[in-house]
């Protein structure tokens, strides 16, 4: 690589300590009696990974992401000015230009629909009134709650100010709970609560039983993805540890930023342990030495509990060069996105962590081969990796007595909008949406719509009450589970304007990468703008069925493969666009 | 660089099948090869002979029997009995769509190459009414080598392959801001005459769009004196220093308007520097160089 080129820019003292802070020793130049630089591409591929946190760094100290500050990041790490500020204007969380405002705390509000629909605008009118800096977000994960706000702190802690609040679990006490039994009885904070409350137990059972029998267990069990794709976790597993490669790494893929889903905060938040524990079992069986928690940046309680849970399984050797005194070293650390849906995609998340910008690549290779680092990867969604802990204990057949033949055990369901008692909620796969509505309370009102699956799912309607929640039953109506979402409308809400925020949402989070979607999501969401209440004319229905064909036929990842399907079922269901409206 | 050519007697064949057609090319090949090789043409935009495919355009997707979505021919590698069909109508709809959605937010006037596919495919733009969005961006101007105009970007990464480790490896610029908000931009967005750029200008050649383009040609366009049929080239050999380059030297009334190498040259790939891409006023005797 030819030598950088930076501009005059200087960091400030501030901004110069703050990234060092995050480095350590971890720097590409080091100034012994001269300035000595690593050679070779290497100092650019080896480092690089730091680019993140540094820019969280930066954007903390300076409230923006300056040309100083960049240079110096730049230079520590030896990444291109140029390609170091494509992957800050990436993000949500950077700002990159010294607008006004950027020097106070920034309160994010979600304007995606759960929140939408219940104060989001007045709780940013009333914001915007008292003077505070207000960035309208999508989702963030607070969706039980409404409406949403994230406190990013300008040289202090980032918050949530609903987290002051007593947290409660609509189904506390439920002694079928298989996910959530320790949810709210377990102390967050203490690894002694845990394994008096059966922690590590199953850690100790793969451990005698040996990988390959846990593997066994795991396809026996017919656990299957949470995070959207529901791709059975025991293959993946096995691909990884077949893979050729010493360096092997475990992903949890914590980035949860879909419409309506707020699962796995409250797993973090509240039973972190079991992460950490899950994905041990998963370096073990795989023989991965590497683990990485990718955050979203929203998340800051699940983060520091997270972080603290790490530390205390590494002080009692749960984790770290002997686990549990196997011999199998694993090495577990968390990072934080900054403020990208697409980072939750499997290829965007790796190209994130390793410091480039988030845009998903191509599948094949596959992550069980070239995953992070190019290195055999097996990522995984937190509630998937939760259900190792149960399938290893009770083993599969007790764990296939929920559920259906075709989606075994239970699911987690994010309920959120016109339900009485919105919050997360366990049921084996199965039971139908009635059933689970009924459950959170009932409905409020008349339901006019039921989003299933998320911004990247699809509508339903009360006539689908009777549909049993199951991988096979959403798949043959048509529709998807996602990622768990339920969220409920009635007739009094205004699903023109939910609808088009979901065009806007897809819109702001595509990367931009492709054209179909980059362009495909544009034109959808002007379609729709332009549609507002009117009855969509047939030659509109039709543009509109040729842009969810290539978006879903050519498209590089998932968001543009599904960024059309909620408005294409709105449009079906006569939700918006219908003549009698 | 992606020109390892392998030795004949080390090759290892694969059979696929395109358009019912058997194929046989070496392992390593592209979806993209076969088809050339069965002389089928396919549109690419974000491709380059000498690139690392992106595969971010999509015009080139085919379908692939077994995949729940098209693939990209450019990228995609060949694997024995693969059944592949370039002519399909899902393959018809997904290229016209991406040129009719190229077509409607970008100025295509001078990509002559994707105007005559959008022609065949049957691309309407016109379709996203007068008020799509579209790049909306004012050309750049900040020296006498070359112009950016944005405006005319399909944001296909070449250039930015091109200045970085496909060839240059100078890193002036990088795909910055995300979704319909993309750009390609130095840091900040600064001016080229600041930046890490040293005015190779590898990413003028592979442009695919005319959005970076030679002053010169910018000019002579300005001033409605463009005529490329009018154009003659000559091949040359850069007398700068003794690597070697092939030059090729677009002249025009006499005088030269661009310089260019061949993409399949073994000495520059296509690739220049600023010499020989840049450095030929002294050809024309007078010194301020029009
Ligand atoms: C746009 C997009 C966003 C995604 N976001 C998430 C996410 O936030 N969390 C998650 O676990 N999976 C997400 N996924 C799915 C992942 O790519 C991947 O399939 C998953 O993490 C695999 O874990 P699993 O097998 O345990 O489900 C997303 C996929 C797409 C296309
Ligand atoms: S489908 Fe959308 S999000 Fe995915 S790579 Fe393409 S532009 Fe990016
Ligand atoms: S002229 Fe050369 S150095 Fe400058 S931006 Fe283009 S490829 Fe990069
Ligand atoms: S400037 Fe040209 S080469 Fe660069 S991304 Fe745009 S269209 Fe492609
Ligand atoms: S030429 Fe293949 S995706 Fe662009």
Redesign the interface.
């Given at each position: 690589?030819?030598d950088?080129?930076f501009?005059d820019a200087t960091a400030t003292s501030g901004e110069v300590e703050a990234v060092n802070l995050v480095l350590g020793d971890n720097v590409a130049v080091t100034t012994e009696t001269e300035r000595l630089v690593r050679g070779g591409t290497s100092r650019r591929k080896g480092l690089r990974h730091l680019l993140l946190p540094a820019l969280h760094a930066l954007q903390k100290e300076s409230g923006w992401i300056s040309?100083g500050g960049?240079n110096h990041v730049s230079e520590m790490l030896q990444v291109?000015?140029?390609?170091?500020?494509?992957v800050a204007?990436?993000y949500e969380m950077f700002r990159?230009d010294e607008a006004p405002g950027h020097d106070d705390d920034v309160a994010h509000v979600c304007v995606d629909p759960s929140c939408r629909i219940d104060g989001a605008d007045e709780l940013i009118a009333s914001l915007e009134a008292e003077g505070k800096h207000v960035h309208r977000s999508p989702c963030l994960g607070q969706c039980e709650r409404p409406p949403a706000v994230f406190i990013q702190g300008r040289r202090k802690a980032d918050s949530v100010p609903a987290d002051e609040e007593p947290f409660t679990l609509p189904q506390a006490g439920d002694p079928s709970l298989s996910l959530l039994k320790r949810i709210g009885v377990v102390d967050p904070m203490s690894l002694d609560s845990y394994r008096e409350h059966g922690g590590y137990d199953a850690l100790t059972k793969a451990l005698d039983m040996g990988a390959d029998a846990v593997l066994d267990e795991l396809v026996a069990s017919g656990l299957s993805g949470r995070g959207g794709a529901a791709f059975p976790t025991g293959f993946k597993w096995r691909s990884v540890r077949d893979a050729e490669g010493n360096d092997k790494h475990i992903v949890a893929n914590c980035d949860e930023s879909e419409p309506g889903t707020f699962k796995d905060r409250h797993l973090m938040e509240h039973d972190p342990f079991a992460l950490v524990e899950s994905m041990t079992i998963a370096a073990v069986t795989t023989g991965a030495t590497n683990g990485w928690i990718y955050i979203r940046g929203e998340y800051p309680l699940a983060t520091g509990r997270l972080e603290n849970a790490i530390a205390q399984a590494r002080d009692a050797g749960l984790l770290g060069d002997d686990v549990a005194g196997s011999g199998h070293a694993f090495h577990l650390e968390v990072r934080r996105g900054a403020g990208?849906y697409i980072c939750g995609e499997e290829t965007a998340l790796f190209a994130s962590l390793e410091g480039f910008?988030g845009?998903p690549r191509?599948k094949p290779p596959y992550p069980t081969t070239n995953g992070l680092f190019d290195q055999p990867t097996a990522i995984n969604n937190p509630e998937t990796l939760l259900n190792v802990l149960p399938i290893l204990l009770g083993g599969a057949d007790a764990y296939r007595a929920l559920g259906t033949e075709g989606s075994p055990g239970t699911r987690l369901f994010c309920l959120s909008g016109r339900v009485a008692n919105p919050g997360l909620y366990e049921h084996g796969f199965g039971a139908t949406l009635g059933e689970i509505i009924d459950a959170a309370g009932g409905a409020q009102g008349d339901i006019a719509a039921v989003l299933l699956g998320g911004a990247a799912g699809s509508f339903v309607t009360a006539d689908s009450l009777d549909l049993p929640l199951t991988l096979e039953a959403t798949r043959e109506a048509g529709t998807t589970l996602g990622s768990g979402v339920v969220v409920v409308f009635n007739s009094d809400d205004n699903m023109v304007d939910v609808c088009e925020r979901i065009t806007e949402f897809f819109?702001?989070?595509?990367?931009?990468?492709?054209?179909?979607c980059?362009?495909?999501?544009?034109?959808q969401h002007?379609m729709i703008v332009?549609l507002g209440t009117k009855p969509m004319a047939q030659e509109q229905r039709d543009?509109h069925e040729?842009?969810v064909?290539?978006m879903?036929?050519?498209?590089?990842c998932g968001l543009g493969?599904t960024a059309a399907s909620a408005i294409k079922s709105a449009l079906a269901l006569g939700i918006i666009g219908a003549d009698s409206q | 660089m992606t020109n390892t050519m392998n030795s004949p007697e080390t090759e290892v064949a694969v059979s696929i099948s395109v358009d019912g057609q058997a194929v046989s090319v070496p392992e390593g090949s592209t979806i993209l090869d076969a088809c050339t090789a069965a002389g089928i043409d396919t549109p690419t935009i974000c491709y380059g002979p000498n690139l690392t495919p992106?595969?971010?355009?999509?015009?080139c997707?085919v379908e692939l029997e077994g995949s729940r979505?098209?693939?990209?021919s450019c990228?995609?590698e060949v694997e024995p009995d693969m059944v592949v069909q370039t002519d399909s109508d899902?393959v018809k709809?997904?290229r016209k769509?991406?040129l009719e959605?190229?077509g409607?937010?970008v100025d295509l006037s001078q990509a002559d190459d994707l105007n005559a596919w959008s022609e065949h495919y049957g691309a309407d733009p016109n379709?996203?009414?007068p008020?799509?969005?579209t790049m909306n961006e004012p050309v750049k101007i900040e020296d006498d080598l070359y112009i950016r105009d944005y405006d005319k970007c399909?944001?296909c990464y070449k250039c930015v392959s091109a200045c970085?480790d496909d060839a240059?490896?100078?890193?002036?610029?990088?795909?910055?801001?995300?979704?319909?908000?993309?750009r390609i931009?130095?840091?900040?967005d600064?001016v080229l005459p600041?930046?890490?750029c040293v005015y190779c200008g590898n990413c003028v050649a592979v442009c695919p769009t005319n959005a970076l383009q030679f002053k010169t040609e910018f000019d002579l366009r300005q001033a409605a004196n463009w005529r490329p049929e009018d154009q003659s080239v000559t091949t040359t050999i850069c007398s700068y220093c003794g690597v070697g380059c092939n030059l090729e030297l677009h002249t025009q009334d006499e005088r030269i308007v661009k310089v260019t190498s061949p993409d399949d040259h073994s000495v520059t790939w296509g690739n220049l520097c600023i010499k020989g891409r840049f450095g030929w006023q002294y050809v024309h005797g007078d010194s301020d160089g029009d």
């Open positions: 690589m030819a950088l080129h501009t040309p960049l291109p000015p140029a390609e170091a500020y494509g204007s990436f990159v990208a910008r845009e191509n819109k702001n989070e595509s990367c931009g990468q492709c054209v179909p980059r362009v495909g999501a544009v034109r002007e332009t543009l040729d842009m064909q290539v879903a036929d050519a498209s590089i493969h | 992106v595969n971010a355009c999509r015009v997707v979505t098209l693939v990209p990228s995609r899902r709809h997904s769509m991406v959605f190229l409607s937010g379709r996203y009414g008020d799509a969005e399909v944001l970085g240059q490896h100078t890193f002036a610029i990088s795909m910055t801001g995300r979704g319909f908000g993309a931009a130095t840091e900040f600064g600041d930046s890490a």
